[in-house]
């Protein structure tokens, strides 16, 4: 993907509230699921400019890719993966090892604060291209269909994960590690997914992804319900 930056200072400014003002009012949402517990507003402060600090690294590594796979399914499939990997990487950096994180829910909210911190800049990158040719109409439709789609697509993907790690919350190192990689590999599959439908689709075809997408977040607020009733294992009486 290509992005331009030379470009007048007020489009920048323009495009990054536009993605910066919706990813604040999906966090809002999702942090509603939370409000009994809720998280430190610094701490998701944190994970969520470190979301998007992760769309930089998650381009350099793409292009890096770009160069050696000519096969346009395979270098989508990395992609997704790239960005599904870096993502959960800055989530484990910032909250994972935090004494914020001591619940199995708290792992789908830095997960998700992490993704609309990526969705976030990638929002405003996007928005930047069209908004600098003086493209005001079309920036609007990007930045609504990036809303509506590929946003809910990086939430659902890194909830997914994040929904992983709570199952594996009391379990040990080894139950744990496993359950991230079956996460990871939901996510990129679903990211993935996500992308080929969009790229190759009609718009018909479009349309659907957007109505599987809103399945999905449906999906993922009934896996809200599921992990706040996780519970530690019951330790056995050995006397």
């Not at 929002?123 to 291209?129: C, E, K, P, Q, T």
């Amino acid at each position: 993907m290509r992005y331009t930056y030379s470009m007048p200072l007020t489009n920048i400014v323009y495009a990054l509230l536009a993605g910066i003002l919706p990813a604040m009012l999906w966090l809002w949402f999702w942090l509603k699921e939370d409000n009994l517990h809720p998280e430190p507003r610094n701490i998701l402060a944190i994970t969520f400019i470190a979301g998007g600090v992760s769309v930089i690294i998650a381009i350099i590594f793409e292009k890096i890719a770009q160069d050696f796979i000519t096969d346009s399914v395979y270098k989508y499939v990395v992609w997704a993966a790239i960005e599904e990997i870096v993502k959960f990487s800055a989530v484990a950096i910032v909250a994972l090892r935090s004494k914020y994180m001591d619940e199995p829910i708290d792992a789908m909210i830095y997960c998700i604060t992490v993704a609309l911190g990526f969705s976030a800049l990638e929002n405003a990158l996007f928005i930047l291209s069209p908004l600098n040719s003086g493209q005001l109409a079309a920036s609007i439709v990007t930045g609504n269909l990036r809303f509506i789609g590929a946003t809910l697509v990086h939430v659902v993907s890194s909830a997914f994960i994040g929904f992983a790690v709570g199952l594996a919350f009391y379990r040990g190192a080894i139950v744990k590690s496993f359950s991230v990689i079956i996460g990871v590999i939901i996510a990129v599959a679903l990211h993935t997914s996500f992308n080929l439908a969009i790229i190759n689709g009609t718009a018909t075809d479009t349309l659907k992804v957007f109505g599987w997408v809103w399945v999905a977040t449906i999906i993922l607020i009934i896996l809200f319900e599921e992990v706040k009733i996780i519970r530690p294992m019951p330790t056995k009486n050995t006397g």
